[in-house]
Each structure stands twice: as structure tokens, then as C-alpha cells.
């Protein structure tokens, strides 16, 4: 079975594949400063509800967008699974994708497995949309080449600048609301949160596919795509495992070679 680790700036995603099979999946918030140790009791706990055990385990995966957890991460697939992980950024490893960029080592682990595991599914050109820490809108090419794309921060940081800026605005749940135009503070909030970013969804799709010069499919993932996709009928394919099943297919392709 293959351990798949998705590191990213506000969760760690932890899933066991079973061949092809997604077994299982768990997440914890991201924090530098968690041990492999207490990564270990924590997923062992976790697996033992699932009739798993560490030495069911025989490969690892790790992407990584967070440099102060990769020795803990690293640390508890050797130590704790007994095997040594391949490490999307690693020069050695293969990711099976062209990326043309001015600065290719720029560019974040997982939104090159995104691409990879999009393209693998869903041919191409596409726009994936990741709905994470920054939400980002990723071009994969007809070849399946990561060809650029749009960082936009966050729906969920917008609610904590709007929190942290304004004293008489509260923190609020990000929800669809029933109505655009707000008749109070909180509903108000909730419109400009949801309706906003729908627009954006919209606005950059729209713009993107015009500088592209054809359609292009419009694939979403991470934790929020579900909510935006019931209001942004541009997102065509909700997808929230894309990174893991990327991981274990380059996991798979690396094994092969």
C-alpha cells in the first residue's frame, strides 16, 4: 500500500491507496513544529479504525509547499512506515509533465500534480481551479504541459482581513447566502464573501479562455470547490482528489522506472 502526504500552508493530507483504491484519508491542520513522533501516534490511532497497519505500508509520496515540516514528514515515512518517500521537487523524481515556465522551480508541488492528475483524466486544455490556502487557476496545455497561471488570495483570508481590518465587522461562516444584496452587516459580508468570488471564478475563466484563444475544460478542487460550484456553472468537474490520486500516480510511474 502506498502512504500519499499532501503538505500544504493550512492542512496535511494524509491518504492509503491500495493499488488504485483511495482505503482511506485524513487530514490535520499544517504546523511546522508537529514531530514525526506526533504525527505517528496521531495516524495510528487513525489507521487502526480502518484495519491498517504501518507495515501495510511499502511506498510513500510526499508534496510539500511548507520547507520547515519536510524533516518531520521525511522523519515519519522512515521511521514510522519504514520507507524511504519520494519528494515531488526531488530532481530525480519524474513528474511526467513538461512546465513552461520562466521559473519552473517556482512553481508549487501540488499545483504540478494537480495538472498532471487533471490532464491523466480529463484531457485538455484545462483551468484547475484549487480552492486552498490561495486559490489558484492552473492552465494545462492539450499535451498535458503546465503552461502558467493565476494566484488569487483566498476566500477565507478575505473573511480574516476583512475581521482583523474593520473593527465592527465580525468573522462570518463562508455560505451561500440567500440573497445578493445584504440587509444587514453579517448578510451583507456573507454576499460580498460568497458572490464575490463567484465573479471572480467567472471573470478570470472568461479571461483566461479568451487569451488561450479556445475552450478549455474547467476542473475544481479542495475544500471549497463544492460550495462555489453550485453558483459557478463555468466549473464543469468538482474534484477533490485530484492531488492524491496525482501523487500516486507519480508514485506508480517512478516505481515502474
Not at 487533471?118 to 503552461?147: C, K, N, W
Not at 459580508?189 to 478549455?216: C, D, F, H, N
Not at 456553472?233 to 508514485?251: K, Q
Request: proline letters at 5%.
Amino acid at each position: 500500500m502506498l502512504v500519499a502526504i499532501d503538505a500544504g500552508n493550512t492542512n496535511v493530507v494524509f491518504a492509503i491507496f491500495d493499488g488504485e483504491t483511495l482505503r482511506a484519508k485524513w487530514r490535520a491542520s499544517s504546523d511546522a513544529k508537529r514531530t514525526a513522533d506526533e504525527y505517528a501516534v496521531w495516524l495510528t490511532q487513525l489507521m487502526t479504525l480502518q484495519n491498517l497497519k504501518p507495515a501495510d505500508i511499502t511506498g510513500a509520496i510526499i508534496a510539500n509547499v511548507v520547507p520547515a515540516s519536510a524533516y518531520n514528514l521525511n522523519t515519519l515515512c522512515s521511521e514510522f512506515f519504514k520507507v524511504e518517500p519520494m519528494v515531488v521537487g526531488d530532481p530525480k523524481l519524474d513528474l511526467g509533465i513538461e512546465v513552461h515556465m520562466d521559473h519552473r522551480e517556482n512553481v508549487g508541488a501540488d499545483r504540478l500534480v494537480n495538472a498532471l492528475a487533471a490532464h491523466r483524466a480529463h484531457g485538455g486544455p484545462l483551468i484547475v481551479i484549487d480552492f486552498g490556502t490561495a486559490t489558484t487557476f492552473d492552465i494545462v496545455g492539450p499535451d498535458g504541459a503546465y503552461e502558467g497561471g493565476v494566484i488569487a488570495p483566498s476566500a477565507q483570508h478575505s473573511v480574516e482581513a476583512l475581521y482583523r481590518a474593520a473593527a465592527q465587522l465580525p468573522r462570518v461562516k463562508i455560505e451561500r447566502p440567500e440573497h445578493v444584496i445584504g440587509k444587514d452587516t453579517v448578510p451583507a459580508m456573507k454576499s460580498g464573501i460568497y458572490w464575490g468570488y463567484v465573479g471572480l471564478i467567472e471573470g478570470l475563466t472568461a479571461r483566461i479562455q479568451q487569451e488561450y484563444g479556445r475552450p478549455m475544460k474547467v476542473i475544481a478542487t479542495g475544500g471549497l470547490a463544492t460550495l462555489y460550484a453550485e453558483a459557478a456553472p463555468v466549473i464543469e468537474v468538482v474534484d477533490p482528489d485530484l492531488t492524491l490520486r496525482g501523487l500516486r500516480l507519480i508514485h506508480a510511474a517512478n516505481c515502474k522506472e
